[in-house]
């Protein structure tokens, strides 16, 4: 447990730098280009790589030291950014060379793909079963506290070290996550090849993640709805601040990440203490995305601060306990020797969605759904008695939609017995301990 604290502090470090990074990158290329198609495309040089190098990356995991994985895909991560620092240095990126960021977090996030599955895979051998639920809280814990300075510390910081001390910050933390890892040792684990294994080829391993959940449907089922709940909520990700921004102002805003950072953090600390190994965690996850996709609901029915506040908290405390649960389930069912490839197919399939909902948000915004709910619109006298009309309004008529259909694919998931009956009919792998 000493070991797992040690490496969790590192990572929460390194996770705040990033954060810190990702936030003042978006709030700067919007400020020189004026764009959200700009910033769609700076959220999508982030998630792409994950779709794409993710099944590889697992495959390697599987078959590498992963402290050693760790070590090299934070390392890796901050030579990206500080290739962004010393552009700026030298002054060399302006509005019209953005797509230098692009390429740079591009290149930063394949590094972090590396990271992820191999942190998520080792918390496995080093905690036992029954507080796998607490550890995947303080999981959660790290990224609520991330969701909640980030979005403060950018602000303040913008404006005294401006972007270039952001991200020289950010290698500093990758430092420090860097030193931590080399302080500890995990536990060696024992990885079964036979000999075919050995001489497949990376695309061929990369492939047995698919094969192996095709044979276990109840985790088919999880990946393929969180993957399909994961594009309303891509296109909601794209419009949320253009939608708040429609009635308040940038401080509200703020306050708004705020409010929903302490929500996660909430969120993660109720999975912290609760999480003792007996819970139903597929029953969680129904009822938390549920309660997700009221919220997005409740949000675009009024342009009121207050019931964003409100909404903001519930939506990111389930989403801390959505996203803590479907981990320890896969922790649970998943061989620790195979953790690293399925973790990294997940990530492929729960964001393949992603790239074409930022494609598709900002034009279904600006040309369809605005143009519906303006002053004299074809919805004004309809819709727009309920809802209002005006700048904004067509984004809010795009979140009650993508909540109704969200709630829809929710009821159509839990009448798939293999999904909902998922912790019950598969045993836990005997690597749980």
Known sequence: MRVFLFVWLGQLVSLLGSNLSNFALDVWVYQQTGSVTQLSLLILSTTLPVVIVSPFAGVLVDHWNRRWVMILSDSGAALSTLTIALLLFTGQIHAEHTYLIYLATAVSSSFSTFGWPAYIATTTLLIPKKHLGRASGMVQLAEALGQILSPILGGILLGIIHLLGIIVLECICFLFSVITLLLVRFPNYKVIQS????????????????????????????????????????????????????????????????????????????????????????????????????????????????????????YFLGLALINGSAQVIFQKKVPPEIQGRIFSFNSTIRGSCLPLAYLIAGPLADRIFEPLMIANGPLARSIGQLIGTGPGRGIGLMFIVMGILNVLVILIAYQYLPLRFVEHELPDSSGAT
């Open 195 to 314: 000999q075919e294994t050995n001489k497949s080829s990376l695309l061929t391993q990369a492939l047995y993640s698919f094969h192996y959940l095709t044979s276990h449907s109840g985790l088919l089922a999880l990946l393929f709805f969180f993957a399909s709940s994961n594009f309303f909520v891509g296109i909601l990700e794209v419009l949320i601040y253009p939608l708040i921004l429609s009635f308040a102002s940038p401080s509200q805003l703020g306050t708004i990440l705020f409010i929903g950072g302490v929500g996660m953090l909430a969120g993660s600390l109720l999975m912290s203490t609760w999480g003792n190994g007996r819970q139903n965690y597929i029953n969680t996850l129904f009822c938390f995305m549920l309660l997700n996709a009221f919220c997005m609901i409740v949000v675009g029915m009024r342009s009121s601060v207050f019931l964003f506040d409100i909404a903001a908290f519930l």
